[in-house]
Structures are given as C-alpha cells and as structure tokens.
C-alpha cells in the first residue's frame, strides 16, 4: 500500500487478533516496516506473543505504562538494537469498570485520574522517549472515538478521556512539528475489539452507526492499519495535528 521499507515502529496495545493495534501492525509489515510490539503482563505474553511471531516483530518485551521502569527499559532497548525510531501507535485505554459504567458527575476521583494517565498520559510519555529517537522526523498516533466530540450513551469517562488526548495530539503536533514529528489522533467507528466489549450495550452503537454513517457499514481493523500506514508513510510528510476519521462518514451526521 505504501513503502515503509526500511522504518522502524513501535506498536502498542495488541492483545489478540482482533485489537486495533494488531491491524495497524499488519499494515505496516505488509508495507515492509520493521516492528516492536508490546505485551502488558505476564498473563498477557502467551496471547501476544503468537500474534508477534506472525508479525516478524524484531523486537517483543513488556510495557506496562504504568510501570516507568518498563518504558525506559523499551525505549533503551530501542536506542541499543535500532538507534532510532520512525513511528509510533498507541493503541490502549483503560477505565475502571465501576466508573466507566456510571454516570460521569459519579465518577471516582482515583478513576478518573488513573483512566486520564493511562488512556491519556501515557501518550505523552512515549512522545517525550520518542522524540531524540526521531532526529530525522517521525509519526506519533493515538486512537480516539467520536465520544470525544459529542455525547455518546453509556461511553461515561471515557469521553472526556478521549477529548484530551485528542487535545493532547494537537499541542503535540505544535511543539514536535519542528523536529519533524507529526501527531494525529486516528478517530475509527465503532469496532468490536476486547475493548469495546467492556461498554453497555455496544451491539446497539454498532447498529445504529451502520443506520446512520452515509456508507450504512463499519470499518475494520484492516481499515484502520491502513490509514495508520499512510500517515506514517513519507506521502503524508505535510499532514499533522488532525483527527482523522475512519467511520463510513458516521462523524459528519451525528447520533
């Protein structure tokens, strides 16, 4: 689709084969870019690890963004193999279900900081370790959803979560820009990932987003990988700072 011949990428958030993640990270091997993938935990590995293999990742260890020593371990690790990197995905969220499933003037303190620091936060995080690996420039993307911008039923915290990491893209994009760095927030419909499934009634989203988009259908996992490898690749070097919508048109109609 587009030559990342010769790019080195980080990819975060696989869990299994049907993560968003996991589908960006097929688009760029098939578009020839080299990948280190990350797995959460030790429960984690034996999921992760197959879908890594079949990825050809040269580089597969841990990172629990929640864990500073794991991320300055990654990232030293990347400096020591590779001496740079080209890209990175950060594919991961996370609420604490008792918060994410109430009311959001009901949310917990604890869970709203510990959804913005690892929903949000940890965005920033990989930005600051990426950025001397990117001394000829680079890709930064996050995943986002259209809760973001409009309220979405039963979507909770995670919509304001969203918000500021889209916010958070944007001012990235500004101070990165003139390293070379581009910053988007990648904004997909509704998805049935492992992720997805923690939200109330999502097989209703998912139905009325096909109702309602101006295509009448859903993107895939496949969908989204390849939009992630255009944005990394050299033919969108002039975009930054966006949210990109991949959704079947479902953002310009509203619910």
Known sequence: MFNLHGKK???IGVANNQSIAFGCAKSFGLCGADLAITYLNAKAEPHVKPLA???GAKIFAPLDVEDPAQMEALFERIKKEWGRLDFVVHSIAFAPKDDLHGRVVDSSR???MRSMDISCHSFVRLARY???LMDQGGTLLT???MGADEVVNNYGIMGPVKAALQSVSRYLAAELGPRGIRVHAVSPGPLKTRASSGIKAFDDLVEHAI???PLHTLVSIEDVGALSAFLCSDVAKTLTGG????DGGYN???S
């Open 243 to 246: 949210t990109i919508y991949i």
């Open 143 to 145: 995943m986002s959803y």
């Open 211 to 213: 109702e309602k988009s």
């Open 53 to 55: 293999d079949i990825l």
């Open 252 to 254: 310009i109609v509203g």
């Open 110 to 112: 604890e869970g709203f």
């Open 130 to 132: 990426a950025e001397p």
């Open 9 to 11: 990428g980080l990819v």
